[in-house]
């Protein structure tokens, strides 16, 4: 599934990685909701919830074993016990009743690249875009869009950068703002050896989701090496050691950059330092100098507006 990168403060990649796995969520729905009807009928204590969902998913499909809703319910307590291949044959059961039932196809998918079967993965993928790809709403079908990133993560796995970015740009046709897929356009096209490209698209990925999130800032450090952009190259490291929480050494590196070509961004970046460090005045005083240097940095301006501040009020001020 999508990886798990670290952050050190909340943002909108915990929205996106919520998206990331929408149809588990409508699934888990349905299984909390039989969960309920069970645990109304008896107060055990003893087991778990998880477990009492469990079994409230297995009895359900013992009674009604030809439901495909209770067979999801079911896949998806599997899933959330790791217990892989009992949700695979769920999955496989709704799927010989459905052929081209999309949940199914995306959840099994889904297990299977967890399992590291990639081929296997692909494949469950590529059926939603063979049979989805012309749909009369595929232009906004978020199942579509969630086969083309999977297929673009696979191909990169795999070696095959160029098939990577076109499964990637397909994502994207569908929903511009994922910041995963400009993750892996951006890292397809670095591995492609198209640099500029990279570093613009890593920076949209960052555009959607621009602290706490290490992977974009590492791929920025290798692009704008292989650009010969030292400056840049230097800030993209600095910005990898402030979200690993390094923040000594984030700091003595942004101090080298605040004049030249990544001023306002090393600023920010300095901001930032002192904001997670418990230093709000100081942190003030740097955004306040990256807006002087670039007055539209939205960067700057939202760094303010957690603090309380305007571009120039005083501390607790609104101005």
């Known amino acids: 599934m999508t990886p798990n990168r670290g952050r050190h403060q909340p943002s909108d990649r915990v929205l996106r990685i919520a998206l990331r796995i ?20 008896r107060t055990d ?10 079994t409230a998913a297995e009895q359900q499909v013992r009674r009604t074993p030809n439901s495909v809703a209770a067979r999801l319910s079911l896949a998806q307590a599997y899933a959330s016990a790791r217990r892989f291949d009992d949700a695979i044959r769920q999955y496989d059961e709704i799927l010989r ?15 299977l690249l967890a399992k590291g079967d990639l081929d296997g993965a692909a494949a469950g993928y590529r059926r939603i875009v063979t049979t989805q790809a012309k749909g009369e709403f595929s232009g906004a079908d978020p199942q579509l869009q969630e086969a083309h990133y999977y297929l673009a993560v696979i191909d990169d796995r795999q070696g095959r950068p160029e098939q990577a970015v076109t499964e990637a740009q397909a994502a994207l046709r569908i929903e511009p703002t994922d910041s995963d897929a400009w993750y892996e356009l951006g890292t397809a096209q670095l591995r492609s050896g198209r640099a500029a490209q990279a570093v613009a698209s890593l920076q949209q990925a960052l ?42 050494q984030a700091r003595a590196r942004l101090l080298t950059l605040t004049s030249g070509p990544v001023a306002a961004d090393a600023l920010v970046g300095l901001g930032t330092v002192a904001e997670s460090t418990g230093h709000p005045a100081e942190a003030i005083d740097w955004y306040r100098k990256a807006l002087a240097v670039r007055p539209t940095s939205t960067a700057a301006m939202t760094g303010l507006s957690r603090l309380g501040v305007g571009p120039t009020s005083s501390p607790g001020g609104k101005g």
């Open 97 to 111: 009743a459905v052929p081209d039932h999309r949940a199914a196809l995306l959840g099994r998918a889904g297990l």
């Open 22 to 41: 929408g149809v588990a969520v409508l699934v888990a729905g349905v299984v909390a909701f039989g969960a309920l009807y069970y645990l109304g009928q």
């Open 45 to 54: 204590p003893g087991p778990s919830l998880s477990q009492r969902q469990l």
């Open 207 to 248: 555009l959607f989701v621009p602290t706490g999130w290490c992977d974009p800032y590492d791929r920025l450090v290798e692009a704008y090496r292989s650009l010969r952009q030292a400056p840049q190259a230097e800030y993209a490291s600095a910005m990898v050691d402030l979200c690993s929480k390094r923040f000594d």
